[in-house]
């Protein structure tokens, strides 16, 4: 593993991952649905993402659906023994694009062996449960389902089991029917209505990986953010990026791209070391 990327590792429960990872949501067609607008570069971006030693990548079923999972596939099987593959559960796509939430037990358990077939694995190393709106959570039980992903743990189908947009009350009522290896929440420099969540998972060595972590799809937009990477000379994304490497030790990153170049820019940009004056402006940011 190449631990020269930006922020080291962490663990996911006992799997050893870099710090930045990749997500592979975008290399779908346009709005994540449909095939790539070019399969070649797809497949070029997947093969250079573990080139760099990145070993983390977030991808799910419904990224398509199937388009980017197979993708995946087709890009690095047989898989390098260190890659460790991310999915999710919790929704379906419709013919006209849209995500319905498919929350049930049984759903949930197709998702998963769905995953696995498309992926071509025996089994997943983290499978997360998305609940919660858009993106923010929503209150309500959450056990019916993550008994239904602990089931398939039991059977040796999953090896970790995380949890997406969810609170810290939902965290702690499924953390009494099994471990919990990750968070996956929105939250960046501009929206750190889970800070509070943040520290409890670092404390808990629980990961917690931001989902648009360079604003989603409005870019972040500041005053004070283009200020600090002008005076650094980065971009705005770039300082982003290091600042979530810096906010946290269980933070890990997993911004997407369907394009190599720009790979590399989110590289180079999150090994960005922000100094103490600059972080103190860019934390009044979301208070």
């Known amino acids: 593993m190449d631990t020269q990327l930006p922020g080291g590792t962490y663990r996911i429960g006992d799997l050893e991952v870099t710090r930045l990872g990749y997500g592979a949501m975008q290399l779908a067609g346009p709005h994540v649905f449909g095939p790539p607008k070019d399969r070649d570069e797809a497949l070029a971006v997947l093969r250079e993402v573990v080139e760099t030693g990145i070993n983390h990548i977030d991808t799910s079923d419904y990224y398509g659906p199937y388009v980017t999972n197979e993708l995946i596939r087709e890009a690095l099987s047989p898989y390098p023994a260190d890659l460790h593959i991310v999915t999710k559960v919790g929704a379906r796509r419709d013919e006209e694009g849209g995500w319905p939430p498919a929350r049930e ?14 992926l071509g694995l025996e089994a997943m190393d983290v ?10 959570p929503e209150p309500g039980s959450i056990a019916p389902q993550v ?13 970790h089991i995380g949890l997406s947009t969810v609170s810290a ?3 702690a009522e499924a953390q009494r029917i099994a471990p919990i290896a990750c968070i996956q929440n929105l939250y960046n420099i501009a929206n750190r209505q889970d800070d509070d969540l943040v520290d409890l998972t670092a404390e808990q060595g629980i990961a917690f990986v931001p989902y648009f972590p360079l604003g989603g799809f409005t870019r972040l937009q500041s005053d004070t953010l283009e200020g600090v990477a002008g005076r650094l000379g980065a971009t705005p994304l770039s300082v982003a990026l290091a600042w979530l490497l810096q906010r946290s030790p269980n933070i890990l990153l997993i911004p997407g791209t369907s394009s190599r170049a720009h790979l590399r820019e989110n590289i180079a940009g999150a090994g960005l070391e922000l100094p103490e004056d600059a972080l103190a402006e860019l934390d009044a940011i979301g208070r």
Request: net charge negative; proline share 2%.
């Open 105 to 118: 037990p049984a759903d949930l358990q197709q998702q998963v062996r769905d995953n696995l077939e498309h």
């Open 127 to 136: 499978v997360n449960l998305r609940m919660g709106g858009f993106d923010a």
């Open 147 to 159: 008994e239904a992903l602990a089931e398939l743990q039991q059977q040796g189908l999953i090896r």
């Open 169 to 171: 009350e939902q965290l």
